[in-house]
Each structure stands twice: as C-alpha cells, then as structure tokens.
C-alpha cells in the first residue's frame, strides 16, 4: 500500500510541476510540426517528452541551456553541424549523450523522467517516432 500511495504523489507531483512549462503561441506550435528543413549549415533537432506524467525537465546542448520541458511537450533547435553533448536534468539527476550532427539534417530526441525512475533519460529515436511525439505535443517556450 505505501509503495502505491507514493506512485500516486509523484503522479500529482510531475502533473502540478508539467503545468509551469511555458508554451509557445499557437502558430509557432504549427510551423514547427511541419518539420521544414533547417537553414544552410545547421541540423534541426525536435526534443521532445511523450510521458502523460513527469517533472519539468531542463535540455541543454553543450552546457547551454535550450529551455524546458514538460509532459508531452516539444521544442526544436536549429544546431551548427558537428559533435554535441545532449543533456537533461530534472530534479537533483541528469543524463547526456553525444551525437555528430550533419548539415541539413532532422533528428529526433526523447527526454523524459517517468514517475519511477530518478534519473532523467534522453535518447535518440527514428524520424517516425520523434514525429509522432512532436504531433501528439505542444511546442515548449524555448529559452
């Protein structure tokens, strides 16, 4: 029973915290979920959260800071090419992986807590994955 008891307080827990995510207006949610390719030069890389419930969670590349995400969130990154360190941080863990970026590319990146676990994960996915969780979210406010 109190194992139960505390999986329901950090379900009501991340809800309340997802909600301080600030969301971008309406017709940056839509030009974003149309998944144009990125300017010369750059890759573009949609982070995004599918959980229906977790923390906020910070998404840095190379030590600056992007913004935050919450539960079913999305935010896109246009990104110079070449080698970068991918980071999350929610609560007092974090998480990171590298990744070698080609000019013009499209990647996918899952990040998300979900309410059992105390580390963060972040994760490369397919294109067809990290579409249908862009589609199925709301564009974060990117910092």
């Known amino acids: 029973m109190p194992k139960?008891?505390?999986a329901l307080l950090?379900?009501?827990l991340a809800a309340c915290q997802s909600s301080s995510v600030a969301m971008a207006p309406p017709g940056q949610d839509a030009a974003g979920k149309q998944f144009n390719p990125p300017p010369p030069g750059t890759a573009a890389v949609y982070f995004y959260n599918p959980a229906a419930a977790s923390p906020v969670l910070n998404v840095a590349v190379d030590g600056l800071n992007?913004?935050?995400l919450g539960t079913q969130t999305w935010m896109r990154a246009e990104i110079n090419a070449g080698h970068h360190v991918f980071r999350c941080r929610g609560g007092d863990s974090g998480n990171s992986i590298?990744?070698?970026?080609?000019?013009?590319q499209?990647?996918?990146i899952d990040v998300q807590m979900l309410p059992d676990q105390y580390v963060c994960t972040i994760r490369?996915?397919?294109?067809?994955?990290g579409r249908a969780g862009v589609l199925n979210g709301g564009r974060a406010l990117q910092s």
Do not use: D, Q, V
Not at 98 to 104: E, F, I, K, R
Not at 124 to 129: I, K, M, Q
């Open 4 to 6: 139960s008891l505390a």
């Open 10 to 12: 950090l379900l009501a």
């Open 66 to 68: 992007i913004g935050r």
């Open 98 to 104: 590298w990744l070698n970026l080609a000019p013009g």
């Open 106 to 108: 499209i990647r996918f």
């Open 124 to 129: 490369e996915t397919s294109p067809e994955a």
